[in-house]
């Protein structure tokens, strides 16, 4: 990640400060502020940093425990200003020095507390504007330093998953294996590939397991004759890549095979469907289809896919709700599954990049049916 690049940024966000003729946004969301800066402590949920940008210039407040990382990004030439408040508690309020506290400032009304907010506004007196997903809005289309992040994230996360299939065609007893176990192994795999570590909690689910679509992994040992289903993604400069394929221990049945076969149709059908001017909603509604004409659109329990970026869940949303308009630059995750109470689940899930034409899948791994035996 370059200076320039996060100059860009910035020029944009100023550009939506003109639009909404304002002075100022605050931007307390710790992926928003890494995005524009490169600044991000080491807990995703305190608060550990604050990011002014007015029309000229940006600073970044941070407590004194963060002065020599800051001061390590050479923020200044990316045109951020370094602020250290030796009091934490006043990170938020240290910004109305920097502004004219007769102008409303925006804020980031998804991130930012009811207390916050009103702390803000009683000892500033300055008025605080909500708004909702300015910065995120940016975050929908990539550049080309993001995509490089993510190809090496899924690149990793590939290799792993690959390793893992691996381990399980050679190991002596397979029972002698639990879920968790997996999520060890990939775990080191990761740190050996040198990845940032796992960009989400990952789900390796065992036979009735898989069929809870966010099942939380644990001690089942493994069992032939059962899925495995195996959701994870591995992080690279901060990017997360999203990779979900549900393998079997032994010879699968006729009846998971037709499903198997029904999910990896609705998974490719809606990758070749993927491209600049359609619509998510649509695009969600052909997997529903799919499944639909087999009576099995009851057993689809989520939407299609979302985007993926810095967080492994971001706009757009592939679903039935919020409708977006796909665009060159976006990365979003085809994932249809299909879940059967105390029996299995099958999920099939990939990667692609939005390109003028079409779109280009990151994820390469191969969807056929892998069966350990």
Known sequence: MT???????????????????????LVTNATNIFYLTGFIG?????????LLVTN??????????????????????????R??????????????????NAKPVLCEALDLTISEYKNIEEKTKITLLPESGAIERLRLTKDADEIEALAQAVTITERIFED??????????????SELDIVDSMRALGRHYGADGFGFDPIVALGANAAEPHYVSGNAQLKTKNCLLLDFGFAYNGYSADLTRTIFLGRADDEFKRVYELVQRANEQC????????????????????????GLSKHYLHSL??????????????????????????????????????????RIEDDILITDTGNTPLTRSNRNLVEIV
């Open 164 to 177: 893992v299939v691996e381990v399980l065609r050679r190991v002596d007893d397979i029972s002698e294996l």
């Open 305 to 346: 896919g979302h985007g993926l970026g810095l967080n492994v869940h971001e706009t757009p949303s592939v679903g039935p709700g919020q409708d977006s308009i796909l665009e060159s630059g976006m990365v979003i995750t085809i994932e249809p599954g299909l879940y059967f109470a105390k029996k299995f689940g099958v």
């Open 271 to 294: 990758i070749a469907a993927a491209m600049p001017g359609v619509s998510t909603k649509d695009l969600h509604r052909l997997s529903v289809d799919i499944f639909s004409k087999e």
């Open 83 to 100: 602020i250290v408040d030796h009091e934490r508690h006043s990170l938020l309020t240290h910004f109305c020095e920097f502004v004219d």
């Open 42 to 50: 080491i807990s995703p949920t305190d608060r550990e940093s604050a």
């Open 3 to 25: 200076d320039t690049m996060y100059q860009n940024r910035i020029k944009k966000l100023r550009e939506i400060l003109d639009e909404k003729n304002t002075q100022a946004i």
């Open 56 to 81: 000229e210039i940006a600073y970044l407040f941070v407590p004194k425990m963060y002065e020599q990382k800051a001061r390590n990004l050479a923020l200044e030439t990316s045109g951020v200003k």
